[in-house]
């Protein structure tokens, strides 16, 4: 019930194309969902983050959509760059007595010029 | 303003010894969180301290210990290294209980246990 499942594992995307990454959840006592990028050698870096009681947030080329009825969230990359090639992370938080950042297990995008 | 600063970046130590990580959170930040990044496993909640305290262990053994300081910095210790501790470690803070505020990590402790 802590996991939260992301997919796809890699993806390939051209420059200037869409790139969509999926996360899913169980436990509804979530109520904080960020997305971190992480470059190889780097710790990660909060990219964009979402509570459920709105249904998207977009700051610049980044999009996430959250579906609360689903359980389900995603991360759009409009015009996608190759400066965006990295991996990205999906995570949870209740923010709660356990305070854990429950990650998923990563996306590594390659932004092909 | 200065970000999360971990140190060293790499450390390499003998199976069967001990490792201290370090770590000192952004400015003004009280909520200090340690996670292993083991290859293929994604990031794993190890510790949280706040205010001096232990607020929550991950699943790992005993061998693995922390502690954060009056100044709110906090060290990592791992004992009776192991060869799966292998790992990048990363240090996060925030400046109070919850991820619910902006969290940021540091750059991380690269251990590899030979």
């Known amino acids: 019930q802590q996991q939260v499942k992301q997919s796809p594992q890699s993806l390939i995307v051209q420059k200037g194309g869409i790139s969509i990454i999926n996360c899913a959840y169980e436990?509804?006592?979530?109520?904080?969902f960020p997305w971190y990028q992480q470059f190889p050698g780097k710790g990660p870096a909060l990219l964009i983050a979402?509570?459920?009681?709105?249904s998207e947030k977009k700051e610049g080329r980044f999009t996430i959509s959250f579906n609360k009825s689903a359980k389900q969230f995603s991360l759009h990359i409009m015009d996608s760059q190759p400066g965006d090639s990295a991996t990205y992370f999906c995570?949870?938080?209740?923010?709660?007595?356990?305070?854990?950042?429950?990650f998923g297990t990563g996306t590594l995008l390659a932004v092909q010029p | 303003e200065a970000g999360v600063t971990q140190s060293p970046t790499h450390l390499i130590k003998t199976r069967g010894q001990q490792a201290t990580l370090r770590c000192s959170p952004i400015?003004?930040?009280?909520?200090v969180y340690w996670y292993q990044q083991a290859l293929g496993l994604g990031l794993q909640f190890l510790l949280w301290?706040?205010?001096?305290?232990?607020?929550n262990r991950g699943n790992f053994p005993p061998r693995f210990s922390g502690r954060q300081f009056p100044n709110y910095s906090s060290e990592l210790n791992v004992n009776a290294l192991e060869l799966e501790d292998s790992a990048l470690y990363l240090c996060?803070?925030?400046?109070?209980?919850?991820?619910?505020?902006?969290?940021?990590f540091g750059q991380g402790t690269r251990l590899t246990v030979v």
């Open positions: 996060a803070s925030s400046p109070r209980q919850g991820w619910n505020t902006e969290a940021f």
């Open positions: 436990n509804t006592a979530f109520d904080y």
């Open positions: 979402i509570r459920p009681d709105v």
């Open positions: 995570a949870a938080s209740d923010g709660g007595a356990t305070n854990k950042l429950i």
């Open positions: 400015s003004g930040h009280t909520s």
């Open positions: 301290y706040d205010e001096g305290e232990e607020r």
